[in-house]
């Protein structure tokens, strides 16, 4: 007897649903004609926010031209204690897996 990876395709047609034109999921002409959706002014000023974020650029390109300027000319300096207490602020935050 061989014994493969290969797994034949499972043809059980008493479970096999048919679909008929009855069944057929809705078409826009089957759709209620009328119905429509009102956002709130709360709910429009926060749709808007959502897009400016979505539209936001991802890197402050300021404080890299700062920071960028500080390594070369020698004056940056890294707050060590400030790096380890973001360090454990942040692992604190993540749910242990």
């Known amino acids: 007897m061989e014994i493969s990876n290969k797994v034949p395709p499972v043809q059980n ?11 057929a999921p809705s078409s826009p002409s089957n759709v209620a ?24 650029d991802d890197v402050d390109h300021e404080k890299v031209a700062r920071i960028k300027a500080q390594i070369e000319a020698g004056t940056y300096k890294v707050d060590a204690e400030n790096v380890a207490q973001k360090m454990l602020e942040e692992s604190l935050l993540k749910d242990p897996e």
Do not use: C, F, P
Request: glycine share 6%; charged share 30%.
């Open 13 to 23: 047609t008493a479970y096999v649903k048919k679909t008929t034109k009855a069944e």
């Open 33 to 56: 004609k009328g119905d429509k959706v009102n956002l709130s002014a709360g709910a429009q000023e926060l749709q808007s926010a959502r897009e400016a974020i979505r539209n936001m």
